[in-house]
């Protein structure tokens, strides 16, 4: 009996023991953290929230669910938002997906990742828009290696059927004014890198215009340096800009320029400057009713329809075979009669030397009147010329051509010339200027960098 006693008594030692250590155990699972969720399904969560989200109605929903990927500055996260946000119909959302990528272009895989798709994509059916906002978050970034692979990409798609200007061009035009100054500045100089920069014109005078906008001292700094690349019209932005920047006038001499520069561009005492630098305060140009004629390559476009008859024909033939005359020889033109049909002097634009100076002469002598303006038709011939300028002159409104409608001729004209920059100057002849007409030449000249000028 007393065996049997004390054996129970063990196994209900040996029970307690045994419940006493698992309820140890259990204790100290209930106070051990949960068990993390592994980064790849934390990830798979989050995209799917955020692709829910990024569907919302309102751009500011839209912009909020970039939030959700801010704990995952992955590569997979940045190809995410590139084909997600970065075509968005809202330039607010695009903006911040550009910027959302930007803070993630210090890491290799999504540099990788970015270049890859927007290589991929402009060499499959060319640049589109989100390859354009991604080029603009890695190009505005200080890693040279980052900045030697755009170079690339840049160097193998501008000059290409692939390449798409008008966008490219467009997000210049928005960023250089608005953007943060250093970023916008890293990123034009850049583009001014590529081998396209000394190859067209109007890649060339966009990324001018663009550093013209940025304010920053160190834009200066940068035109400064690139002035002795620069001829013609281009030139002539540069130099007009820094001498209204300034104050100062050193013409095209970039030495004079660098040497004043160097000294001045720490002062802390404002720079005393002219409120509106006058047109053409340099150099030896040659005019067209007063418009410089500081372009290399220019087309005369003459409006001869039977409204010009008498006066008007006579006193415009007489201005433009003067001008031509005082055409500088290193400047290549044409001359553009019309009215029901467009008359083009030559095929592409010739050297002004003496012969061909006296050529157009009696080019522009000949000139008939005859019915209706196709001064759409006209233009378009001129841009087929491949100009840096279009001096356009007529006493009416378009009528007869392809577009007769003005504010149609200005909204097309100027959308064919964001990519080109050619400036075309408007001259209106009229004893008193119609309010179509003046609207017009007005309109014209303003959407596309050029001067309007009324005449009698």
Not at 168 to 188: C, F, S
Not at 207 to 230: C, H, N, S, W
Request: hydrophobic share 45%; glycine share 6%.
């Amino acid at each position: 009996m007393t065996r049997i006693t004390t054996l129970w008594a063990v196994l209900g030692v040996l029970a307690a023991t045994s419940l006493i250590e698992t309820n140890g155990a259990l204790a100290k699972d209930a106070v051990r953290p949960a068990a993390k969720t592994p980064p790849d399904r934390a990830f798979q969560k989050a995209k799917k929230e955020f692709q829910l989200r990024s569907h919302g109605k309102k751009p500011a929903e839209r912009v909020a669910a970039l939030k959700i990927l801010e704990d995952f500055p992955t590569g997979d996260a940045a190809d995410l938002v590139y084909v997600t946000l970065l075509d968005d119909r809202s330039s607010d959302v695009r903006q911040a997906a550009v910027a959302f990528l930007a803070a993630l272009r210090d890491r290799e895989d999504v540099v990788a990742r970015l270049l890859q798709r927007m290589t991929n994509t402009t060499r499959k059916g060319g640049m589109d828009i989100r390859a354009v906002g991604a080029l603009q978050a890695l190009a505005e970034g200080e890693n040279a290696e980052v900045q030697s692979q755009v170079l690339s990409y840049l160097n193998e798609f501008l000059g290409t059927p692939r390449a798409n200007l008008l966008l490219l061009h467009t997000m210049i035009d928005e960023q250089a004014p608005k953007g943060d100054a250093e970023d916008v500045l890293r990123m034009l100089t850049l583009f001014t890198k590529a081998e396209f920069f000394d190859q067209n014109f109007g890649y060339r005078r966009c990324l001018v215009q663009g550093l013209m906008q940025v304010k920053d001292k160190e834009a200066l700094t940068y035109l400064i340096d690139l002035l002795p690349r620069f001829k013609g019209l281009v030139q002539f932005d540069v130099v007009s800009h820094l001498i209204a920047a300034t104050g100062q006038n050193f013409g095209d001499d970039a030495a004079k320029w660098k040497a004043w520069w160097a000294e001045n561009q720490n002062r802390k005492e404002p720079l005393e400057k002219p409120k509106t630098p006058p047109v053409g305060n340099y150099g030896d140009f040659g005019e067209y009713y007063g418009i410089p004629i500081c372009a290399k390559r220019v087309v005369f476009v003459l409006d001869t329809s039977l409204s010009m008859r008498g006066a008007k024909i006579d006193a415009a033939k007489t201005e433009l075979i003067r001008a031509i005359k005082e055409l500088p020889k290193e400047v290549y033109f044409d001359v553009i009669a019309f009215d029901n049909t467009v008359r083009v002097w030559r095929p592409e634009l010739v050297a002004a030397n003496e012969q061909t100076k006296q050529m157009a002469v009696n080019v522009v002598l000949e000139q008939p009147l005859k019915f209706k303006t196709a001064s759409y038709d006209a233009l378009e011939a001129a841009f087929g010329l491949n100009p840096e300028a279009i001096y356009f002159l007529s006493d009416g409104a378009p009528f007869g051509g392809k577009i007769d409608d003005p504010k149609t001729i200005i909204s097309t004209i100027s959308e064919i010339n964001r990519v080109r920059r050619v400036s075309i100057h408007a001259i209106g002849v009229a004893t008193k200027l119609s309010a179509v007409l003046e609207s017009f030449m007005k309109g014209l000249a303003a959407a596309n960098w050029g001067i309007y000028k009324p005449v009698n």
